[in-house]
């Protein structure tokens, strides 16, 4: 949830510019992209093991990565990389 925040944050514009236009800025840079990408990731771990790389700020919210994929059906777990 604080990762999230901080990309509402940053994206957020100057105080003269509608909420409208920083609601859509967010869209745009963050759950817009997300949205874009799920059938290209679905379609792409279906022909083969992938690793999908994001930045960070793709992965929290309702309509971050995780979720959306989760609506998809799929199940995503975090990985251990420091695992022995």
């Known amino acids: 949830d604080s990762l999230y925040k901080n990309v509402e944050r940053m994206t957020n514009l100057p105080s003269d510019i509608s909420d409208d236009y920083q609601r859509q800025g ?25 690793l999908i ?14 979720n959306l994929l989760r ?5 995503v777990k975090p990985l251990d990389i420091y695992a022995k």
Not at 71 to 75: H, L, S
């Open 53 to 66: 790389a994001v930045g960070a700020g793709h992965l929290p919210g309702k309509e971050g990565l995780i």
């Open 71 to 75: 609506k998809e059906g799929y199940r």
């Open 26 to 50: 967010l869209y745009n840079m963050v759950s817009g992209r997300n949205k874009k990408w799920i059938p290209v990731i679905k379609s792409n771990i279906q022909e083969c093991p992938c």
